[in-house]
């Protein structure tokens, strides 16, 4: 006998002002952190319940993260989170080197103190986060340090860029903590950044972020298919 499925986790609940664009800003936050799962079906009037909405703004939402490529139709009648291909993932893995450390270098010329003291105190909650082993906040405050970070260089399309980016990745950062749990470099690549941006020095902002990306995606690549075939399967088998 299968184990009880667990309770779907309540989303916060949004108000009457702009559903739409609310709708989308709460699934997109639940793609990028993690808590929506690669090959997870997505019921429109179940989330709708759980934002506190109603359908259609709900479903206008998710209609435009499929058009972003962050979700994917089936048969024209329901949503599901796309399974990753290993090549898609090392697309992505390179678009967002390329993007955020654009941003970053940029962001080393514009950063404001208190932008930085930000900055540092969000790599601190994830630190935090990270020795409690509250990986679901540890997947928050990360993706809130990337964020801020594309956010400093003052250029909202490339900010725009980065969250479609980590939006058709973010489901995946769950393996980041499997099993094997967190491993903390040292130092942090956050850490350079950080140092790096109090320095004026966009170059070694850059790297950093770079490298952040590169070696923190690493663990990601044994659960990814090799092939799409794969990854319909996977799909499948996700399934309940």
Do not use: C
Not at 135 to 146: G, I, K, Q, V, Y
């Amino acid at each position: 006998m299968s184990a009880a499925k667990p309770a779907p986790r309540a989303l916060d609940p949004i108000g009457r002002r702009n559903l739409g664009t609310l709708a989308y800003e709460k699934l997109r936050k639940a793609l990028t952190t993690g808590e929506l799962r690669p090959g997870e079906r997505l019921n429109g009037r179940d989330l709708a319940m759980r934002l506190g909405t109603s359908l259609t703004p709900v479903r206008e939402a998710l209609l435009q993260l499929t058009a972003e490529g962050a979700l994917e139709m089936q048969a024209g009648r329901y949503f599901t989170v796309p399974m990753l291909t290993r090549a898609a993932y090392l697309e992505l893995r390179e678009l967002r080197m390329a993007m955020e450390g654009m941003g970053a270098e940029r962001a080393a010329e514009r950063i404001t103190q208190s932008g930085l003291n930000r900055l540092a105190q969000v790599h601190e909650k994830l630190m935090q986060a990270k020795a409690k082993e509250d990986f679901t906040a540890a997947l928050r405050w990360n993706e809130e340090f990337h964020l801020l970070l594309a956010g400093a260089a003052g250029m909202p399309r490339l900010l725009k860029l980065v969250e479609g980016l980590w939006s058709q990745s973010g489901p995946f950062l769950n393996y980041l903590f499997d099993s094997a749990g967190a491993t903390v470099p040292d130092p942090h690549p956050h850490v350079l950044v950080l140092k790096a941006l109090r320095e004026r020095d966009g170059v070694a902002a850059a790297t950093a972020i770079r490298r952040d990306i590169l070696e923190g995606g690493a663990k990601l690549l044994p659960h990814l298919a090799e092939q799409p075939d794969e990854a319909q399967g996977a799909v499948g088998r996700s399934r309940p």
